[in-house]
Structure formats: structure tokens, C-alpha cells
């Protein structure tokens, strides 16, 4: 396969594990973080560094982003020193940030009057499935740019689905986020009570987690939860922020999810005991 000179702006949790997939892959990587110290280790891996989104696409062919917020997403693509100011014909954009269908469409449609593709393609898995290269993604755009770039995401990706036009790969990533918090509830009530009724936890979770109850969620998180590990592969503002857009897209729609409502609820109150920071298996906090 040709490698492609590719720009990748926020090297996080994720994003790191991602550049470091792309690296050893034989891509010629350009980077851009806020912070330039945490960086480091990936350009002594061989990463090259840009002080912003538009110089570090510069001549390239590809430019991943993958940031916090949807403010952060506007500011990295329509800014001043943001990836439209330099992006040639014929490059493609592929947001991995999960973020506003709408602005997924607004990307799309700027790029398009540039001559350039755009792909939403928010993914899933946290921080394990970066490190091994089983993220879950799913793509919004056109099908002929997710047929093209799909060699490369497959660097990283494992389980990597077209959904449809632009805004289709953000709302699937909804469609997500809504099922993880919710089960995040049930995997937090499941140990407070199997604690409640003497039971140890570790031998609770081998029995249930190879059977209907299964998910990565409880085979991943919740033997963080038992030993108190709340490093965050997801951290809970980032969580906070998403079902707050499932939320919104939810209104928008006429529909109603109070499943979605008591999750996004749970988890703000965390935010507000200053528990941001931490991964998004602090929910049991909220029981304790």
C-alpha cells in the first residue's frame, strides 16, 4: 500500500496509541497537540511536530483530528491556523472526535467547496482497543472516500463501518454512548449488590461476563471498578459532554430516553464532585 503523509492533531489517550499504529506502519506523521511536552515520546518515535493544525497539514494527503470538545473540532478545522487554511485538492479530512452530526455536515460541506473529502468517523473501544488496534469506527461521508482511506484506518480499526452520509458516523457514535452509560448503571447496581450480599466480587465477574450479560464494558471496566482503578481510558467530561449531544439530538427528534437523561444526570453530578478527570468507571463512585 502507498503511505500516506498524514497530519494528526490531538495525541490524548487515544490519539497517541494511533500515531504510534501509523508510525509503525511507515507513515510520515505530522503532529499537533495543545501541549507540546506531551508529544515528545511520539516524535521520538519518529513523529514530526507543528505548532498548529495548519501547518501540520501542509502537503499532506490525510489529516486525522481528535480532540475534546466540539468548540475544539470548529476551532481545528475553521480557525485561523486550522486545517482548511492549508489543506490542498484532493486531501481528505477524517474528524475521530465525537461530536455534533451538525458540524460533521458543516466539515463536510466546507471541504467539499475546497475540493477536499471529509469523513466523520468517531470511534470506540478507549485506550485498550487504541493500544492493540481494535477500535471500533464508524464512518459518515461518502462511500468512495471510506473505500479509500480504509486501508489506513485499518492500521487501528478492526471493526470499521460505513453508516452513511456525513453525520451518519456521529450519530452511530450517539447510538454508542447511549448504551454504554446506561450499562454502566447496571454494571455499577450488579456490584453493589453482589458486595451487599457477601459475595467476591472478582468470582462474580468470571461467571457473568461470558454470559448474556456480557459487554467490553464489564469485562474491562468493572475489574477497574473492584480494585478501585479509575485511570481514565474515557474520562467522564468527555462522556458528560457526549450524552449531552445524544440528548440534544434526542429533543431535536421528538423522542424521548430516560434511560440516556438518568446517566447523563449521574455522571454530571460527578463532574460537579470533581471526579472529570477521572475514566468513566468512577460511576460507581456515585453509589459509594
Known amino acids: 500500500m502507498e503511505k500516506e503523509r498524514i497530519a494528526f492533531i490531538g495525541t490524548g489517550v487515544m490519539g497517541a496509541s494511533i500515531v504510534k499504529h501509523l508510525l509503525n506502519n511507515g507513515h510520515e506523521v505530522t503532529i499537533y497537540t495543545r501541549t507540546k511536552e506531551k508529544a515528545e515520546p511520539l516524535v521520538a518515535l519518529g513523529a514530526s511536530w507543528a505548532s498548529s493544525p495548519a501547518e501540520a497539514f501542509v502537503e499532506k494527503d490525510i489529516a486525522f483530528t481528535m480532540v475534546g470538545y466540539p468548540t475544539d473540532v470548529e476551532e481545528v478545522y475553521f480557525g485561523e491556523n486550522g486545517l482548511f487554511q492549508t489543506a490542498k485538492t484532493g486531501s481528505v479530512v477524517i474528524d475521530m472526535t465525537t461530536s455534533e452530526p451538525s458540524l460533521a455536515k458543516r466539515i463536510y460541506a466546507q471541504a467539499k467547496e475546497m475540493g477536499v ?25 461518502d462511500v468512495e472516500i471510506f473505500n479509500k482511506v480504509s486501508p489506513v484506518l485499518q492500521h487501528f480499526g478492526e471493526n470499521i463501518v460505513y453508516q452513511g452520509d456525513a453525520g451518519a458516523g456521529q450519530h452511530a457514535k450517539m447510538c454508542n454512548q447511549i448504551v454504554i452509560a446506561s450499562g454502566m448503571i447496571g454494571i455499577c447496581e450488579a456490584l453493589g449488590y453482589g458486595l451487599k450480599a457477601g459475595l467476591d466480587l472478582p468470582t462474580v465477574l468470571k461467571s457473568i461476563s461470558s454470559g448474556a450479560a456480557g459487554s467490553w464494558a464489564l469485562s474491562n471496566l468493572a475489574p477497574r471498578m473492584v480494585v478501585e482503578d479509575y485511570a481514565p481510558g474515557f474520562y467522564i467530561k468527555h462522556i458528560v459532554k457526549d450524552l449531552k449531544i445524544a440528548l440534544e439530538e434526542s429533543e431535536k427528534m421528538g423522542i424521548s430516553l430516560p434511560g440516556l437523561a438518568l446517566a447523563y444526570e449521574m455522571y454530571d453530578k460527578l463532574i460537579e464532585a470533581g471526579y472529570g478527570e477521572e475514566g468513566t468507571q468512577a460511576l460507581i463512585k456515585a453509589y459509594k
Open 117 to 141: 473529502a471529509a469523513l466523520d468517523a468517531p470511534v470506540s473501544g478507549g485506550d485498550i482497543g487504541a493500544q492493540n488496534g481494535t477500535l471500533s469506527i464508524m464512518i459518515g461521508g
